[in-house]
Every structure is written in structure tokens, then in C-alpha cells.
């Protein structure tokens, strides 16, 4: 991306450090420091939803040739399977198979169809709805692990971190249609004082050009400082 959206910046960069705030008090929760916590009750998907909505939006903005966009999306993969990788090491019996790397990694590539300057907003706005609508149908039922990423996992099926395409894809269908909307021309007329008022939340504009590597270190350095203030609840997870 040539030129710098400062609103979008913003936007990610807000979204992440919700993300970053729910992830340190469940690691709290997690390790048995804080009892009041119920991440049955408080969930993280509004956050999530926000983070996967300017996905979808940034995908407009980037204006990657096809090849681009699939080496995009293999990136993410690849950082996804990571995450899977140490979290099976560390947390077997809830390890990562399909969160939100996987899911951003995975629909940008499926993405690619709509981003065409040709085909209108209204179509992957059409076909977010009926994605995200899905969900309802498939809610109470179970699958296998092959149907895991559309959103039918298998019975007693526990995970730290999961977004199927269903209904997530459709959230970042919503996004992109929502990019081709708002900027049909590389500008978003709207928002064209706003782009340059947020020039001034530069702390916040970093952390939305630097999601990716945030999001891969976050976790690590929230369980090293857990760790260096209540060693003892973290050593007794573990041993």
C-alpha cells in the first residue's frame, strides 16, 4: 500500500489493542490469577469482528495483482500454523486449529473474485450476508475435523481461538464490500478530513501498520510478564 490511510490505521490499530487488553486478562484468568473473569460470558468477538471487518476493507486499499493477493494469504497461513504449533505444544487439549490468522489467511485468498474493479459492492455485501446468515443454520450441530473450518466442528471440540468461514468470511465479505463503497477510487471522499486529523494518533496509527507481527508477539510477551509478576501461578499450571 503506497499511500497511507490513517483512518484505517486507526481503526486496526484500536481494534488490535482490544485484542491485546481481552488476550491480557485471560491470560490471567487462564493461569488462575483472577477469578471474576468468564470468557463464556465476556467474549472477544466484537473485537475479532472489528479486526476482520478492516480486512476485508484493506483489501481493497491494497490493490495487489492476483499473485499478490494468494502470497498474502499463504503468508497468514503459514503464521496461522505457527500459532497452531505452539499452542498444541503448550496447550494441547485446546491448541489453535483454526482462528483468525487461519481465517483471514484463507478468505483472502478466497476474496479474490470480488476484488475485481468490475464487479460492485454490492455483491460480496450480498454475499457476506448470506454467509454470515449460515451460521444460524448451522448452530447446535456438529461435524468432523475436515468440516472444522466451515464452521461444523466435531463433538467436545475445544479450541483457544476459533473463526470458521462460516460465519466469519461473510464478516469479511461485509468489509470489502464496505472498502468499494467507501473508497471507489483509492479515496474515501467521507473521510478525507478525518484521514488527516488522525495523522495525530500516531501511536495507535502504529500499531494498525504493524498488526501482524503485534498479533504473532502479543501473546508470548503477555505470558513472559504474567510470568515475571505471578511466577508461582504460572509454574504451577505447568508443573
Given at each position: 500500500?503506497?499511500?497511507?490511510?490513517?483512518?484505517?490505521?486507526?481503526?486496526?490499530?484500536?481494534?488490535?489493542?482490544?485484542?491485546?487488553?481481552?488476550?491480557?486478562?485471560?491470560?490471567?484468568?487462564?493461569?488462575?490469577?483472577?477469578?471474576?473473569?468468564?470468557?463464556?460470558?465476556?467474549?472477544?468477538?466484537?473485537?475479532?469482528?472489528?479486526?476482520?471487518?478492516?480486512?476485508?476493507?484493506?483489501?481493497?486499499?491494497?490493490?495487489?495483482?492476483?499473485?499478490?493477493?494468494?502470497?498474502?494469504?499463504?503468508?497468514?497461513?503459514?503464521?496461522?500454523?505457527?500459532?497452531?504449533?505452539?499452542?498444541?505444544?503448550?496447550?494441547?487439549?485446546?491448541?489453535?486449529?483454526?482462528?483468525?490468522?487461519?481465517?483471514?489467511?484463507?478468505?483472502?485468498?478466497?476474496?479474490?473474485?470480488?476484488?475485481?474493479?468490475?464487479?460492485?459492492?454490492?455483491?460480496?455485501?450480498?454475499?457476506?450476508i448470506v454467509?454470515?446468515?449460515?451460521s444460524f443454520?448451522?448452530?447446535?450441530?456438529?461435524?468432523?475435523?475436515?468440516?472444522?473450518?466451515?464452521?461444523?466442528?466435531?463433538?467436545?471440540?475445544?479450541?483457544?481461538?476459533?473463526?470458521?468461514?462460516?460465519?466469519?468470511?461473510?464478516?469479511?465479505?461485509?468489509?470489502?464490500?464496505?472498502?468499494?463503497?467507501?473508497?471507489?477510487?483509492?479515496r474515501c471522499?467521507?473521510?478525507?478530513?478525518?484521514?488527516?486529523?488522525?495523522?495525530?494518533?500516531?501511536?495507535?496509527?502504529?500499531?494498525?501498520?504493524?498488526?501482524?507481527?503485534?498479533?504473532?508477539?502479543?501473546?508470548?510477551?503477555?505470558?513472559?510478564?504474567?510470568?515475571?509478576?505471578?511466577?508461582?501461578?504460572?509454574?504451577?499450571?505447568?508443573?
Open positions: 500500500m503506497g499511500e497511507r490511510y490513517y483512518e484505517v490505521d486507526a481503526v486496526r490499530g484500536t481494534a488490535l489493542i482490544f485484542m491485546v487488553l481481552y488476550h491480557t486478562i485471560f491470560c490471567l484468568f487462564f493461569f488462575g490469577i483472577i477469578d471474576w473473569f468468564n470468557p463464556q460470558v465476556i467474549s472477544g468477538a466484537a473485537g475479532a469482528a472489528v479486526f476482520i471487518l478492516v480486512a476485508g476493507l484493506s483489501l481493497v486499499l491494497a490493490d495487489r495483482k492476483p499473485l499478490g493477493v494468494v502470497k498474502r494469504g499463504i503468508q497468514l497461513i503459514a503464521c496461522g500454523m505457527i500459532i497452531t504449533a505452539v499452542t498444541w505444544i503448550v496447550y494441547p487439549q485446546g491448541f489453535v486449529v483454526f482462528g483468525i490468522l487461519h481465517l483471514i489467511g484463507f478468505g483472502t485468498i478466497l476474496s479474490l473474485p470480488f476484488l475485481s474493479k468490475k464487479v460492485k459492492w454490492y455483491i460480496p455485501a450480498l454475499f457476506g454467509i454470515a446468515g449460515l443454520f448451522l448452530e447446535g450441530h456438529t461435524g468432523s475435523l475436515l468440516l472444522l473450518p466451515f464452521g461444523l466442528p466435531y463433538a467436545g471440540f475445544v479450541s483457544l481461538d476459533y473463526e470458521p468461514l462460516i460465519p466469519w468470511f461473510g464478516v469479511l465479505l461485509l468489509g470489502l464490500a464496505a472498502g468499494k463503497m467507501l473508497y471507489p477510487s483509492g471522499h467521507l473521510l478525507s478530513g478525518l484521514s488527516q486529523m488522525l495523522v495525530f494518533l500516531r501511536p495507535v496509527c502504529f500499531v494498525g501498520r504493524h498488526t501482524l507481527i503485534i498479533y504473532m508477539l502479543h501473546v508470548p510477551v503477555i505470558i513472559l510478564a504474567v510470568f515475571l509478576i505471578f511466577p508461582d501461578a504460572v509454574l504451577s499450571f505447568l508443573f
